[in-house]
Each structure stands twice: as structure tokens, then as C-alpha cells.
């Protein structure tokens, strides 16, 4: 057992400042460990979200020394012996209380996302889905939402863009994206991605892929190809024209989709 | 309204919305971080995507037999009929589960079932029930109250009249008037110290029904699951999904034995492997072999890796050793188990696919719960329903894996449609009281205003201690009196609670509050486990060991009495419909030739 020092950030929407608490920490422990000991010990009001202690719900985000982080899975010994750890709320989202933040804005950024619309099933009453095809789609829908990414993305920490909703984000970007390579989805999402969700703000620091605790492509696998569709619809004269003479299909499909 | 936004709640929400009926949903968290998230493994149903055999009679005779027998009849069959469509219906709103090679949902096998039978994604199943859910219910009309935590139900007369909350970011009160409550409330691990629950696992929801006069079953039926992390110390508890065994781990103890061949019971004899070659052949997909030993039901596994442990061939850290590197190749291991091996890669620093993990029992599950029809979910109270794991009948004396994320779907609809059926049949708007609301407010403020008391957290910590000496994996008689003595200690010093700060976002009081919820559910468990003198599936009485012919016929209902005493019944168990018992009961080779249950439908 060590005694650690540990600067936490305490205050509310109005202002605030960070406390210094000396505690103790076992080995093994992990950074929320030690925020529970603070808890349990000194401080009983020291508001902070967690629930699973596993990195799979994603309610235990925050700055820990600056970085955006799970505090369940960030190791104390991933730390020098002697280093400060400093714990503060997202930065993107206005401060409840201590390490709570409000982060309603990213729930009415999934609402408007127009639902999954799903096309008939085959004769025998089944959906057919090949492994090879769902792949991509799977490792969008590992997302925790634990909104590290959406913390981070450089659009939204601007409160402009934020307040006007330029742009939706990482997190809802991918989770387009996952709805846009659904092999069963028939829903046109490509006109929206570049009017209503702002897709062109994006450009590629992936800050975001950086932060993912679920280690999810979200730049390369899930943004990039939802630009370059927006580009093919939008912007390639040569796609425009092929389209207008020989009803090219718009969207790239699956092999189930396509019945090869 | 619904309370609780996991896999239940959420389903049941759909389910009332679906229906035109004006719904709402509290949840304690954020939407979508329900502990349904943890579940790894995947849902039963017996589609017969992977092996054809498999039909809702021997997915009901897996369940019956997992429970010992304890399962409400007709509950089993709704689950082993329904669990199929609403898996289906899943897909339909979103879920992408992994692919057989024809393209449609894979299933994989699990302790207890007999055929490859759970839909999954990776191990990461919960998570993509709750994110389907979640994703198709938002554009419901569905009213969700994200950090809100109900206190108390409010009745008019006998019926529910509402609910009385408060929202944890602010502590203001606020009272949801509605004809009917269905509660999704999960169970209520947090009275021990080593669980794989979260810190919403407080009996909520069996607390405020027990309060509000509904009954409880079988709520002595704590799981322990086998396969809970031990190291370290600050994951201890944190669930090893039995999908690593399913997939080919074994486990051994600090010898280099694989010891599950030394506990296979009589009655499990006949299915089980009786060599390691057989085993083997098994899991390389022979259809003649048996099931390995590893397989064998939560509550067997759980009880022979104690007595490992207690006879000194346990691991370094108290456990004993889950061994899936030297058996599955390491592409494979990250592929199929891709959460594990984070899991522990960054928790633990082990590496999987190269070293075994260690791994104990942890409290995972309860099986009893709330009272309900099994039709309906209705409680005895009229105007509230139950679903999910705070609601009992499904899965008797144990549950298997894989029957939990099934359980939430199929009932969280029936108590939709029950809440639906009740609210068309009712005349007139039930009123809450007023001075139920004041009462019941005082009585959480005093909690603030008190000048000194006692510290919830400690608190909380000495109910962890009394129910891991008094009421753990087993039990006897006078660790569970002195259990209830203890409990009894710490109910009054709960009267004094006191915790600093206001009421804004401070979670000193709300554990405080919850412990209100905690030490109603572990003194039913405990007064239930009394009352029990036998052993069955989950419970296991150290002096009462085996099964009692006589015991299998009674339920344990808890109730509150008219002294607001609780009190405790052995109440006669109904029988099942005859062709059901007949299913149950049959050989496996006549349930499938057909000799016995062709007529069932």
C-alpha cells in the first residue's frame, strides 16, 4: 500500500476548483478504485457515473491527466510512482457536479437519426446475413457510448458547433455508418449525412479513433467511407452521369443484398 | 411507467407504447448502461439455426431441469415457446448477430442446454440487446427519465396509483402519477462483496413491491456463478463468461488436474462426458459424444471449484485455473472471445490466448424474486407488474446461462400486453395520497438534516461481510440465525443514517437511501434460506445436503404482515399441466423420437 496524491476537480455548472486528496491505493487498483476509497473515505458527495468496472457500459468517462479516459480501465500502474494523477470532467459538455457532465446533447443526436428500416424477409420468414458482410457492421455496434470521442472531436468542443449542430459527432457518425452497411437497411442515408449531420466538418485528425476504448476504426472504417459515399453522390460528374444514363445503383451493397 | 431500463424495462416500454399507452421510464443511470450491457454469453432460443433437433420441448426440459424442478410450469413454456420470435423480432429492429455459413443467426452451446441454442455477437450479447432496444425505442414516443431513482410506489386503496422518485442530479423529488407500474428492477447483488453486479443491483424494485404488499418467491435462490474474476482485488467479482467454456476451456486446479470429471452428480451422469477423449470428441463436434464436465449447470461448477479451493488445491489468488490457452488456437481465442481477452489483458495484465486465468465463484444472479402470473407478470398487487430478474418463477432453484437475455425479451413483453389488458379493464383514475408522498419524502430528507449518523458506505460494507459469512455458497442454520441477528443490528442503525452534502448529485445519500432497498431483499434471502432445510440448485444447505422429494412441492413466499414484520410461508407449489411434467420428465431419446410430446405444440 502507497499513499498517492490526487487532484480532483469539485464544483458545478457555477465554478469550481480542484481538491487535493492524499489516499491510499492497493496494488491492482484502477483510477476509480481510488476515486471510490475518496469517496468512501473523505469526500461522500464526490459525485461520479460508473456501473460496470468492466470498460462495456462506458459511464466512467473522464480527463484523467489530461486525457479523455475510462476511469475503470485506467491502471494506477501505468503511472510513475510519484506522479500526480489529476481527475476533471469532459471538457465538450457543461459540468453537473465534480467529474458529472451533461451529456443529453449526444441522446438527441441519436434521436435524430432516422431508425433502422429494414427490407422484407425472405419467403421462409428468415433474414439472411453473411458473416463477411455484417463484419464492418459489428465492430461499429461494439460502441460503449461512453462519448470519449464525441469529447475530444475538435467540431464539438467549439460550442458553436456544438449549439448548432453542425455536426453529430464521431459516435453517430459511425452509428450511421453502421446503419449504411446493414445489408438489410433500405434507407437512403447519404443526403442527410451531408445536409443534416455535417459530414464535411469532419477533417480526419482522428482524435477520436485515438480515444476509443473499444478500439473501433472510427475514422478510417466508419467516417472516411461515409464521406467518400457523400462525395460519389454529390460530387463525382462521372458517377452523376453514369447514374442519369444507366440507373447505376446508388448505393454499394452486399453480396445478401445483391444475391450473389 | 416502467422502472429500470435494461433489457426488460425497455422491452416492456416497447411492448406499452406499441399499445397507445402513455409511457414512461426511469432508469437510475444513463440510458443504455443497464447491467444487461455485462451479459457475454447470448440468449436461448431454440431456433435450430445449428442443430435442427433443438425445439422449445427440449429447451423447456433443459430449463426445468437446470431449475430442479422448481420452475413455475407454464413460465418455462411461455420462455421456451416465445424466446424464438423475439429474438427474431431483434433483428427486425436493428441487431446484427454473428452468421451461420447460411447466413442466418449462429448459436452457440452453453452450460445446461443440451444443442447449440444462444443467438450471439462475439461475447458482447447484452450489449447489443440493449443498443437494439434502445436504438428502436427512442423513436417510440417513450418519455425516458434518465437518473432518476423511484422510492416508493404510491396506492390508492389496493391499487397503484404511481411512483414516487427523485432525480439524482438535482434530489428533487417528483411524483409519476400512472394506472399501472411495471417494475424491471433487476436483483440485488450488492449485499455481497464479491459480485459481478454493479452498483444499481440493490433490490429496488423487491423492496418497493414487498413494501406495497405484493409477495416474493424463492428468493433463497441466490446464483453464484463459477467463473467470476479474483485477481485483482479491485475486479474481484467481475464475470469470465462461461462462452470460454463453451469454446473449448477447461478448467484445473493448482495440480494441473481437470478436476470437473470428479464432480459429475448422478443425475447429470447419463449426459456428461466420462472421459477427457469423450469430451474432446464433444467439442470437435461428434454428435455421440457427451458434454464436457465444464458444462455442467452454474450451481455444480460453482460448488466444486469451492471445494477445490477449500482443499488446498486452489490458485495463488483463491481460485482455481481456466485454461483456454493451451486448448484453442490464439487467433481464434481473440476472435470469439474478443471482450475477454481485453478484459483481462487490461485489468489483469494476462494474457489469454498465452496463460490461464484464475477465476472463482461470484453472486450473480438472484432466480427468486417478485410473484407473478406467469401469464400477465402481474403481481398480487393489482396494477403492478414485474419482468426480468427482479421477478421470479422462470428459472426455479437455478438458472441457466443464456436463459436471462431470453427471460427479459419474452417477458418484458408479457408484462406490456399485461399492463395493457389491466389498464382497458380499469375503471376510473386511481389517486395518490398525500400523505403517503410527504411520509415517504421526510423520510429520505432526514437522511441530509440529521446533524451526525451513521456512514451509509461503512454500513453497506458490514451488510457485505454478514452476508458473505451467513448466507454464501453454503449455508447452515446458525450462520443464518446469526445473519438475521446481525441484519436486525443494522436495521436500527440504518434508522440513523447520515450523510453530508446536499441533495444535488451526492451519491453519500443515495447509497444511503439504497440501503434501505438492500437490507429488505438480504433479510428475505436470508429468512427464505432458513426456511429451506434441503439442498437445490442454488441453495445448498450444509445441513440439509441433497434434494428432500417432500421440498420440491413448496415455494418460499415472503410477505410483509399487518405488524410490518416480515413474514415467511411454505406455501404448496402448483403442478404443471400434465403433458408438460411429461416433457420434462421424459428420456431425451423419447422426447425426440417423438414417443413422449409429439402432441405438444
Redesign the interface.
Known amino acids: 500500500m502507497a499513499k498517492r496524491l490526487f487532484k480532483v476537480w469539485r464544483g ?1 455548472a457555477e465554478g469550481g476548483d480542484f481538491k487535493e486528496f492524499q489516499i491510499d491505493v ?5 483510477v476509480l ?1 481510488v476515486l471510490h476509497r475518496i ?2 473515505q473523505q469526500a ?16 466512467c468517462s473522464m480527463e484523467i491527466n489530461g486525457k479523455p479516459k475510462l476511469a475503470c ?1 485506467t ?1 494506477m500502474n501505468s503511472f510513475t510512482e510519484d506522479e500526480t494523477i489529476t481527475c476533471q470532467p469532459l471538457k465538450t459538455f457543461p459540468v ?3 467529474l ?1 457532465t451533461d ?1 443529453s446533447f449526444n ?1 438527441e443526436q ?2 435524430r437519426i432516422p ?2 428500416k ?1 427490407k422484407p424477409r425472405d419467403a421462409d ?7 463477411e458482410d ?1 463484419d464492418r ?2 465492430e461499429f ?5 461512453c462519448f470519449l470521442c464525441q469529447d475530444v472531436c475538435h467540431v464539438l468542443r467549439d460550442r458553436d458547433g456544438r449549439e448548432q449542430k453542425t455536426f453529430i459527432g464521431p459516435r453517430f457518425m459511425i ?1 450511421v455508418a ?2 449504411e452497411m ?1 445489408p ?1 437497411d433500405t434507407e437512403d442515408r447519404i443526403p442527410e449525412l451531408k445536409k443534416e449531420f455535417g459530414s464535411g466538418m469532419c477533417n480526419i485528425t482522428r482524435c477520436c479513433t485515438e480515444v476509443c476504448p473499444e478500439h473501433i476504426g472510427i475514422t478510417d472504417n466508419g467516417i472516411i467511407p461515409m464521406k467518400e459515399r457523400v462525395v460519389d453522390r454529390f460530387y463525382d460528374p462521372v458517377a452523376i452521369i453514369g447514374r442519369k444514363l444507366f440507373g447505376i445503383r446508388k448505393r454499394t451493397k452486399s453480396r ?1 443484398e445483391t444475391g450473389e | 411507467m416502467v422502472i429500470g431500463a435494461g433489457g426488460a424495462g425497455l422491452r416492456a416500454a416497447i411492448a406499452c407504447s406499441g399499445q397507445q399507452l402513455n409511457t414512461g421510464v426511469i432508469s437510475k ?7 444487461t ?2 451479459a457475454e454469453g447470448g440468449m436461448a432460443a431454440a431456433m435450430g439455426n445449428v442443430d435442427p433437433r433443438d425445439n422449445w420441448k427440449v429447451h423447456f426440459r433443459d430449463t426445468m431441469r437446470g431449475g430442479k424442478f422448481l420452475n413455475v410450469w407454464r413460465m418455462a413454456e411461455l420462455h421456451a415457446k416465445q424466446a424464438p420470435d423475439r429474438v ?1 423480432e431483434l ?4 441487431a ?1 448477430f ?2 451461420t455459413k ?3 443467426i449462429s448459436q452457440r452451446n452453453f452450460g445446461g442446454h443440451r444443442y447449440p441454442r444462444l443467438a450471439h ?2 461475447d ?1 450479447t447484452g ?2 440487446l440493449i ?1 437494439s432496444l434502445q ?2 425505442g ?2 417510440q414516443g417513450i418519455d425516458f427519465h ?1 437518473e432518476v431513482t423511484a422510492l416508493e410506489l404510491l396506492k390508492d386503496g389496493d391499487r397503484i396509483a404511481g411512483v414516487l422518485a427523485y432525480r439524482r ?1 438535482t434530489g428533487r423529488f417528483v411524483v409519476f402519477k400512472c394506472k399501472a407500474v411495471i417494475l424491471a428492477t433487476g436483483g440485488g447483488g450488492k449485499a455481497w462483496p464479491v459480485t459481478s453486479n ?3 443491483y440493490t433490490g429496488d424494485g423487491i423492496a418497493m413491491a414487498y413494501d406495497a404488499g405484493a409477495e416474493l418467491m424463492d428468493v433463497e435462490f441466490t446464483q453464484f456463478h463459477p467463473t467470476g474474476m479474483v ?5 474481484r467479482g ?2 469470465v463468461t462461461e462462452g470460454v467454456r463453451g469454446d473449448g476451456g477447461i478448467l484445473k486446479n493448482n495440480k494441473g488436474e481437470r478436476f470437473m470429471f470428479n464432480y459429475i452428480s448422478e443425475r447429470f451422469a447419463p449426459e456428461t462426458a466420462a472421459t477427457v477423449e469423450e469430451a474432446d470428441r464433444w467439442l470437435a463436434g461428434d454428435k455421440t459424444a457427451r458434454r464436457p464436465p465444464e458444462l455442467l449447470t452454474r450451481d455444480e461448477v460453482a460448488r466444486a471449484i469451492t471445494a477445490e479451493v477449500k482443499a488446498g488445491r486452489g490458485s495463488p489468488h483463491g481460485g482455481v485455473f481456466l485454461d483456454i490457452a493451451s486448448r484453442v488456437p490464439a487467433d481464434v481465442i481473440k476472435r470469439k472471445l474478443p ?1 475477454m481477452y ?2 483481462f489483458k ?4 494476462v494474457d489469454i490466448t498465452k496463460e490461464p486465468m484464475e477465476v472463482g465463484p461470484t453472486l450473480h444472479y438472484f432466480m427468486g424474486g417478485i410473484r407473478v402470473d406467469a401469464d400477465s407478470q402481474q403481481t398480487t398487487v393489482p396494477g403492478l407488474f414485474a419482468c426480468g430478474e427482479c421477478a421470479a418463477g422462470l428459472h426455479g432453484a437455478n438458472r441457466l446461462g443464456g436463459n436471462s437475455l431470453s427471460d427479459l425479451i419474452v417477458f418484458g413483453k408479457l408484462a406490456g400486453d399485461g399492463a395493457k389488458a389491466y389498464i382497458s379493464a380499469l375503471s376510473g383514475s386511481p389517486k395518490a395520497q398525500d400523505d403517503q408522498i410527504t411520509s415517504a419524502i421526510r423520510r429520505a430528507t432526514e437522511i441530509l438534516n440529521r446533524e451526525t449518523g451513521e ?4 454500513l453497506h460494507a458490514d451488510l457485505e461481510k454478514t452476508m458473505a459469512k451467513g448466507v454464501g455458497i453454503v449455508r447452515q442454520k446458525d450462520e443464518l440465525e446469526t445473519a438475521i441477528a446481525e441484519l436486525e443490528e443494522l436495521k436500527v442503525k440504518a434508522q440513523t443514517m447520515k ?4 441533495s ?6 443515495h ?1 444511503a437511501l439504497s440501503m434501505k432497498s438492500l437490507l429488505v431483499t438480504s433479510e428475505a434471502v436470508t429468512r427464505a434460506a432458513l426456511m429451506r432445510e434441503e439442498s437445490r440448485g442454488a441453495h445448498t444447505r450444509l445441513d440439509h445436503p441433497g434434494e428432500s422429494a417432500e421440498w420440491v412441492k413448496f415455494n418460499v413466499i415472503v410477505k410483509k404482515g399487518g405488524d410490518g414484520k416480515m413474514e415467511v410461508e411454505k406455501r404448496p407449489k402448483p403442478e404443471g399441466a400434465p403433458q408438460l411434467v411429461a416433457i420434462a420428465n421424459a428420456k431425451i431419446e423419447d422426447l425426440e423420437s417423438g414417443k413422449v410430446g409429439a402432441d405438444a405444440t
Open positions: 458545478n492497493d496494488p491492482g487498483m484502477v478504485d469517496q468512501a461522500n458527495d464526490l459525485a461520479l457515473r460508473w456501473n460496470c468496472k468492466a470498460g462495456k457500459c462506458g459511464s480501465m491502471r453537473m457536479r465534480d458529472v451529456v441522446y441519436n434521436k431508425k433502422f429494414p420468414g428468415q433474414y439472411r446475413m453473411y458473416q455484417v457492421v459489428q455496434r461494439k460502441c460503449i457510448e452509428r453502421s446503419l446493414h438489410l445478401s | 443511470s444513463l440510458l443504455g448502461k443497464a447491467h450491457v455485462m427474431r433483428e427486425e429492429w436493428g446484427v454473428d452468421r447460411e447466413g442466418l455477437v462475439g458482447r450489449l447489443e443498443r436504438d428502436h427512442i423513436h434518465m442530479e454493479s452498483w444499481e485477481w485483482p482485488l479491485s475486479v467481475i464475470l471482450s481485453h478484459q487490461e485489468l489483469a495484465e456512514n451509509p458506505y461503512l450523510a453530508p452534502g446536499a444535488q448529485y451526492n451519491p453519500g445519500w447509497e
